[in-house]
Each structure stands twice: as structure tokens, then as C-alpha cells.
């Protein structure tokens, strides 16, 4: 049985960019298009041309996509001018892209109190303008804003509107639950229905994520019909942002329902690159990525638990839905307060550290890890530390210096909002205290200056400071309060 295809549409760069304190340079736009064009997805709409400098200078040259059809947002013509005459369409038609896609307004609340015009002026519009790009060979979607709030007030109308613009060419009728207010057995019942009058190939699904249901439905979309889904990366957008086509792809992929029933174009070849692409957006916004993402985040794939670390390591499918390198994420196994010996010495060969697994250090070690912890140390983020700590057990960290006393001074001025650390460290090397001073900015790099800036004092150890740099480190203040 041959199967249906999926498109898939990415509106990271238009809808996405509505994210409060989000705003993408030209630069960053073509990064994020080519990383989009290098997983495979379908569509990428990059904006709105002519609505801001960024936009219109992006599609005047925009970049050369191989796996990717570049789309342009607009909306539908203004009431009381031709479509031909439409500033806002020209500059749409004018970015030359095979595609195009325009919002109009479905539900007749909309209508009456955003646009201010009759029901009939609206349809005309919706007409006028999909006939306008239609006759200059323009694949044309029609996101069919409010759409599922539409139908629930106004069904009829709401209806006439996305027929309306089925009947003049349209190739897509993307139904957009724009609020997203509606709940996955909704959307099915309605797309369903939908199916009656428009074809499921013709049909694409717009969801937002303010109930927390945005890809629950858009996979019920796809279950009644629907065969364009769109979304971002990483669930980018306004308010609490739209369905994640990161978690949607994979889901399509592996799936046994919809991988038995539909392909995508995102491969499996090509879906290893999902990770990179998630990591990619979020170093574009200096942002920490979520580590408990779903498929993509760090935490996805990492196992705590004794019991359960134990299980994985004789066979991952006993926590793992999925292979994590098949979206080029990892497994991690942490070690914490619930470790148990299965953590430890899975850490240990991962830091290629040889110990006999019946060596009572390794017991040693859990203990420690565990009453460490217990007063506020964290491991399970923390690589660095916890191989330290191993090495210090085992003997094999030298011990060329000890801090033996240190007094950090923190202080603001009134002139900025500078916070300036001035640290003092009593230093004991080879039986000597040597006091050293510096300052920095927070405790631990005002003491790591310290040392570093008079590390002439610490003699024939001095070398080894010299190619040693603090440069990933987190501080966590322990038992915080008046006492």
C-alpha cells in the first residue's frame, strides 16, 4: 500500500519571530533556513515582505535552499482597492517566491471588530486575492486564521470563507487554531468534517500551544486528514508559542501509526541533523536549551535511577522509546544521590577511568557522591567535578597547592550596575602560606585571578597554571538564609 505524504511547513522565521524578545538579523534568518534546508523540511516561511527592513532585505537576496521551498507571509488585500493595487501584495509578489501564503480572517467575530467590515467585503477579499496570486502561478496557501474558533461560533460562515478560497485556487487550506484554545478531540471532529467539502491533500493545520496541545493536535489533524502540518523549531512563538516541529518530525518518523502510514520528507538520514538544528536556535538567541525537551534535550535520554541505568545497560529499550542517535541526541547516564553501582561504573569506562566493578573504591565513591549531595553538591551536571573527585579517591590528582583559608568582598556601585568580587587567598604550597589577591567578576573568578595573578609566588608549580583555564563552572550558594 503506497503511503500518503506529510508536508512539512516551518514558520520559525515569521511566526516565530513574533516571540517576545526575539528579533532575527538577515544573518541569522539564512543560518537558520539552511539548517531547516539541511533537515529536509518542505517549506520555509521567512517572513513578511515589506512589513520591516529585515524581511524585505532578506527575500531581495535570499539564500539558495536545495531541500527547501522558500514561502512569503502576507495577508489578504485591503478593503477598498483592487488586489493589483495592494502595496502590501506587491511587495509580496515582488519577492518572487514559488509560494506564498496569506492569513485572512475566518471567524466573523474577527471580522466584525478587528477589520471593521461586512462578511461579504471580507469573502470578497479572500477571493480577490487568492485569484491574484493564482493567476501569477503562485502556489497559494490560505492560513484560515481563527479557524476552529470560527467554526464553533459561526460555522457557516466560517465555511464560506475557506471555500471561498478553495474554489478560487488555492492550493492549501491551512486551518489555524490560532488562540489555541481548542483540545485534541475537537480538532478531529472539525478536520474531519472539513474532509467533506476539501480534500485532506489540500488541507494544513496551524496550532498554538496555550492549552499545552499543540502537537497532540496537530498529529489529531493528521489523523483526520490533514496532510500540511505547520510549526516551529523548538515551539517558537507568540504567547506560549506554536506546535514543535521537533518533536512532530520524529514522532512522523517512528512512530508505527503514522510511520505504517504517511512519509515525510525529513529522512531518517537527514532527521540526525534534528538536534543540531534544535541547538542551533537557541545559540542564535543565547539562550540555554531546554534539557528536558522532548527527543532533542539532554535530559531525554539520561538515566538517574539505579534500577534503571542497571536496566539500559542491558538493554536501552527498557527506558528509550526510540535510539537517541537516530536524532543525533545521546544517552547520559547521571550520577547523583540515587546512583546506584550501575551509574558509577558506567561513568567511570564513559571518563575511561579502569576499575574492577568489584573494587571497594567504587562503593566508596557512591557514598561519597550520596553525602556530598546531601549537603548541596550537584553531580549529574557536573562532569568535571565528578572526575575530580574520582581521581582524588583513586590517587591521581597531585597536589601541588591547597587553599587554606580565602575571603571574597563583594560590592556595587551607586555610579553602574558593575558588581566587582575582590578575593584574598592564603595559598599552602610545599609547607609555605603564600598570600595572594585579586579580583573578578563573581567569587570564583575573583579567587582564580587571585592565584593566577601572583602565581610568580608559587614557584617551580607556576608552569602548570599557565595553559589551565576556568571556563565552564557553576556556582550553587549552600544552605541559604538568615542563619
Keep these: 500500500m503506497s503511503k500518503e505524504k506529510i508536508y512539512i511547513f516551518d514558520t520559525t522565521l515569521r511566526d516565530g519571530a513574533?516571540?517576545?524578545?526575539?528579533?532575527f538579523s538577515i544573518d541569522e534568518k539564512n543560518r537558520i533556513a539552511n539548517a531547516l534546508s539541511k533537515l529536509g523540511v518542505d517549506y520555509i516561511e521567512a517572513g513578511w515582505p515589506g512589513a520591516n527592513p529585515t524581511d524585505t532585505n532578506f527575500f531581495n537576496k535570499p539564500p539558495k535552499l536545495s531541500n527547501s521551498t522558500l514561502v512569503a507571509f502576507g495577508m489578504t488585500k485591503k478593503s477598498g482597492r483592487s488586489a493589483e493595487n495592494d502595496p502590501g501584495l506587491s511587495a509580496i509578489l515582488n519577492s518572487n517566491t514559488k509560494s506564498v501564503c496569506i492569513v485572512g480572517k475566518t471567524w466573523d467575530f474577527h471580522v466584525d471588530v478587528a477589520l471593521g467590515i461586512s462578511k461579504e467585503e471580507n469573502l470578497e477579499n479572500i477571493v480577490d486575492t487568492t485569484k491574484h496570486f493564482?493567476?501569477?502561478?503562485?502556489?497559494?496557501?490560505?492560513?484560515?486564521?481563527?479557524?476552529?474558533?470560527g467554526y464553533k461560533n459561526n460555522k457557516d460562515y466560517a465555511l464560506k470563507c475557506i471555500r471561498s478560497a478553495y474554489d478560487s485556487g488555492a492550493r492549501w487550506i491551512v486551518l489555524c487554531d490560532t488562540n489555541g484554545g481548542t483540545l485534541p478531540f475537537e480538532i478531529e471532529e472539525i478536520v474531519n468534517d472539513i474532509t467533506k467539502i476539501i480534500p485532506g491533500k489540500n488541507l494544513g493545520i496551524h496550532t498554538h500551544n496555550d492549552t499545552e496541545n499543540a502537537v497532540a493536535n496537530t498529529l489529531a489533524a493528521i489523523r483526520s486528514g490533514a496532510r500540511q502540518v505547520q510549526g516551529t523549531l523548538n515551539g517558537l512563538g507568540e504567547r506560549c508559542g506554536n506546535a514543535n516541529i521537533v518533536s512532530i518530525i520524529p514522532t512522523l518518523l517512528f512512530k508505527k501509526y503514522f510511520k505504517d502510514k504517511f512519509d515525510i520528507s525529513v529522512e531518517e538520514k537527514k532527521v540526525k541533523y534534528l538536534t543540531e538544528c534544535s541547538r542551533l536556535l537557541d545559540e542564535i538567541l543565547n539562550r540555554k536549551p531546554n534539557n528536558h525537551a522532548a527527543y532533542v534535550g539532554a535530559s531525554a535520554f539520561s538515566h538517574k535511577g539505579?534500577?534503571?541505568v542497571s536496566a539500559v545497560e542491558k538493554n536501552p529499550k527498557t527506558y528509550e522509546h526510540i535510539v537517541p542517535e537516530s536524532i543525533g541526541n545521546k544517552r547520559n547516564i547521571v550520577v547523583s544521590d540515587q546512583s546506584g553501582r550501575s551509574n558509577i561504573l558506567s561513568r567511570l569506562e564513559k571518563l575511561n577511568i579502569k576499575i574492577n566493578k568489584d573494587d571497594p573504591k567504587v562503593q566508596k565513591l557512591l557514598d561519597q557522591v550520596k553525602d556530598r549531595e546531601f549537603i548541596g553538591y550537584a553531580y549529574d551536571g557536573a562532569d568535571a567535578s565528578f572526575e575530580l573527585l574520582t581521581r582524588r579517591l583513586l590517587g591521581e590528582v597531585p597536589n601541588y597547592l591547597n587553599i587554606k583559608k580565602y575571603e571574597v568582598k563583594v560590592s556595587k556601585s551607586n555610579d553602574n550596575d558593575l558588581v566587582n568580587s575582590y578575593a584574598t587567598v592564603v595559598l599552602q604550597v610545599d609547607k609555605k602560606d603564600i598570600t595572594c589577591e585579586g579580583s573578578g567578576n563573581g567569587p570564583v573568578n575573583a579567587i582564580d585571578n587571585a592565584?593566577?595573578?601572583?602565581?610568580?609566588?608559587?614557584?617551580?608549580?607556576?608552569?602548570?597554571?599557565?595553559?589551565?583555564?576556568?571556563v565552564d563552572y557553576k556556582v550553587r550558594i549552600l544552605n541559604t538564609g538568615t542563619n
Excluded at 18 to 23: I, P, R
Excluded at 451 to 470: A, H, T
Design 306 to 308: 539505579g534500577l534503571h
Design 18 to 23: 513574533q516571540t517576545q524578545g526575539v528579533d
Design 134 to 149: 493564482v493567476k501569477n502561478n503562485r502556489e497559494y496557501m490560505f492560513d484560515a486564521e481563527h479557524f476552529f474558533d
Design 451 to 470: 592565584i593566577r595573578s601572583n602565581v610568580n609566588k608559587i614557584g617551580k608549580y607556576s608552569e602548570y597554571l599557565k595553559d589551565l583555564r576556568l
